[in-house]
């Protein structure tokens, strides 16, 4: 299947510090999602992105989509411990097929 | 609580052995799915389900098997269970061409 290319692998951090990620692939995608994966849990939606250029918030989190449909970015801004986990972003084709990225894993230091 | 539930949440068997993961989601959702989480936390589907008819079924062994009683319901069986098949596996639920809903996974440990 396409290949989604996640960087960066890790992240450490200082509190208050903000964060980038960003996520490309050689295919074009119609959603680009960034989620986040808990210790134990599941991943959970942060951000949904579904044209082109856009560009939406999420409380201290920002996404875009890319202008070629081919990458998305995450930013975070003024980080805080509970930021501590795993991000990932997904690519979602038409037909419910939804590709993930290898995950940025971030360490926030109080 | 609308939710994706999976069971059981541990799941630890010997080489060899046949077992099932169970998955229901009450959020009346057309589409499930199962994907498998490896050591590095690499996500990959395994297989897609809408309206109990299987729409992606990536290079997986046979030895896997999902059965779709109803919309509510992707259940997860495996055959001849391997060391290589230990990992977290995760269903999934969605409205058609909608972000997914997570469970919370079901940590399979083969020794």
């Known amino acids: 299947g396409q290949q989604l290319n996640q960087s960066p692998q890790s992240m450490f951090i200082q509190e208050g510090e903000d964060v980038s990620m960003n996520c490309t692939s050689s295919?074009?995608?119609?959603?680009w999602l960034w989620y986040k994966q808990d210790p134990g849990e599941g991943p959970v939606l942060l951000i949904a992105?579904?044209?082109?250029?856009e560009l939406t918030s999420n409380g201290r989190l920002t996404a875009q989509f890319g202008i070629t449909r081919k990458d998305s970015f995450l930013n975070i801004s003024a980080s805080i411990p509970s930021d501590v986990g795993i991000y990932f972003c997904a690519g979602q084709r038409g037909n419910n097929d939804m590709r993930f990225g290898a995950g940025t894993r971030l360490t926030v230091k109080p | 609580d609308t939710a994706v539930s999976q069971t059981p949440k541990y799941l630890v068997t010997q080489m060899g052995n046949d077992k099932s993961i169970k998955c229901e989601q009450n959020?009346?959702?057309?589409?499930m799915y199962w994907y498998k989480q490896d050591s590095k936390k690499f996500l990959k589907i395994m297989f897609s389900y809408n309206n109990k008819e299987l729409i992606i079924n990536e290079t997986v062994p046979n030895r896997f098997s999902p059965k779709s009683p109803d919309k509510a319901h992707l259940n997860l069986h495996i055959n001849s269970l391997e060391l290589g098949d230990s990992a977290v596996y995760f269903c999934?639920?969605?409205?058609?061409?909608?972000?997914?809903?997570f469970g919370n996974g079901t940590r399979l440990t083969v020794t």
């Open positions: 959020l009346g959702h057309d589409t």
């Open positions: 999934a639920s969605s409205p058609i061409g909608s972000p997914l809903h």
């Open positions: 992105l579904y044209k082109a250029g």
């Open positions: 295919s074009i995608f119609n959603t």
